[in-house]
């Protein structure tokens, strides 16, 4: 326990420069405290103590700013920087090493039962703000961007960013997204419209040939001087 407990320290001051000493650690991250609790609180919801567990789990959300359900399955190394408003789902799984940033949601769609909330797989960095939401799984190594809101599970590697979050980078590569330019589609109507126009411009100037001609050539039907086939208005 106490192995885990030094190794969480070490987590905080390896991942946030700001921490420059142990006793800092312990004082200044209550993403530290809450985790702590929540392997208090975990063993009591696996034993069956759900409402204590729960009640711990609230009056320590009450202290830090961070919700994490009894429930929640967490690995080691587990870092939550800042922590404000962040909630972690009852079906949770988050693997090893992973950090999220204040302002995360770890949550369910609230259309699903059972497994509903996210599986979080080692090294994963989800950033300020960002909400993953139902039994989707999030790669190892995958970054989410700041204020992403991310509702598909994403490959390993990845870089997710945007609402609806979209893969921006994979494996170290730029994914090239199609940009449609929505304000340039072309109106069909319109479009339609331009292309029976056109046709009847070739329509009447080929019949005013026809009709030149026929004058020319002193034709019965234009001998009376009388335009009777004149469609030109
Ligand atoms: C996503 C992040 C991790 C950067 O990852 P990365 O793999 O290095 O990606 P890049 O910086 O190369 O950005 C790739 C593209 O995504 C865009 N992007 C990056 N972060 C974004 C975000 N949060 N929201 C929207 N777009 C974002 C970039 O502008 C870039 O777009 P472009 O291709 O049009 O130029 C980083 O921007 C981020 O959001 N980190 C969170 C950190 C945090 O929460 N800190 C809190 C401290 S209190």
Redesign the pocket.
């Known amino acids: 326990m106490f192995a885990r407990m030094r190794a969480d320290i070490v987590a905080i001051k390896e991942r946030d420069p700001a921490c420059t000493s142990t006793l800092s650690a312990l004082t200044n991250y209550p993403g530290l405290w809450a985790v702590w609790w929540h392997r208090v609180t975990h063993r009591l919801h696996k034993a069956g103590w759900v409402w204590l567990a729960r009640a711990i789990s609230q009056s320590v959300r009450h202290h830090t700013g961070i919700e994490i359900h009894p429930g929640a399955t967490i690995g080691q190394d587990f870092f939550i ?2 922590g404000m408003g962040v909630v972690i789902g009852e079906t949770t799984v988050i693997g090893r090493c992973v950090t999220l ?2 302002g995360v949601t770890l949550g369910g769609t609230g259309k699903e039962r059972g497994k509903r909330h996210p599986t979080i797989e080692d090294n994963v ?6 909400t993953i939401l139902g039994d989707i799984v999030i790669g190892h190594g995958t ?6 809101v991310v509702v598909q599970a994403v490959p390993p590697s990845c ?4 609402i609806p979050g979209r893969v ?2 994979r494996e170290g590569q ?1 994914v090239e997204t199609v940009d449609l330019h929505h304000e340039d589609l072309p109106d069909p109507v319109v479009e339609m419209f331009r292309t029976l126009q056109h046709r009847i411009d070739r329509l009447e100037n080929r019949l005013a040939r026809d009709e030149d001609r026929a004058q020319e050539e002193g034709h019965p039907a234009f001998s009376s001087g009388t335009d009777s086939t004149d469609t030109r208005g």
């Open positions: 920087d800042h940033y204040q960095v989800v950033g300020v703000g960002a970054k989410v961007g700041a204020g992403a870089t997710v960013v945007g921006v980078v730029r």
